[in-house]
């Protein structure tokens, strides 16, 4: 099981980015799949999900309306466009997959323990 993420770099205020995700060795059709981040000191927090089918997305508040959450199942691959980027923003982003196949009620999908699967994370550093 491998999930590679990417897309991380460093960026002025005000600007976007795409952050990548791809899978392997675990049925990327049947998960859902979600963005994390971390930042220095403080403790993983949910930023945006999408479920298994990708009829759900759920944002935490700190990015709605200014990020989109994607899938691929063709390509694999979950995608995260942040737009607006702010350096709160500065973190380091995980992907998290729940192989499962299961739905979940009001924003179950923000609860970390569900994904079974990590990446490596990927650093995004936001200049003022």
């Known amino acids: 099981v491998q999930l590679q993420a990417s897309g991380g770099g460093l960026v002025q205020a005000g600007g976007s980015l795409r952050l990548s995700c791809t899978a392997s060795?675990?049925?990327?059709?049947?998960?859902?799949l979600s963005w994390f981040r971390q930042a220095p000191g403080k403790e993983r927090r949910f930023v945006a999900a999408v479920s298994w089918g990708g009829a759900t997305t759920d944002y935490a508040d700190s990015v709605k309306g200014r990020s989109t959450i994607s899938r691929d199942n063709a390509q694999i691959t979950v995608y995260l466009q942040m737009n607006s980027l702010t350096p709160e923003d500065t973190a380091v982003y995980y992907c998290?997959?729940?192989?499962?196949?299961?739905?979940?009620?009001?924003?179950?999908?923000?609860?970390?323990?569900?994904?079974?699967?990590w990446g490596q994370g990927t650093l995004v550093t936001v200049s003022s």
């Open positions: 060795g675990f049925t990327f059709s049947r998960s859902s």
């Open positions: 998290g997959a729940d192989p499962r196949a299961r739905t979940y009620s009001g924003h179950g999908l923000q609860n970390r323990a569900i994904y079974l699967h």
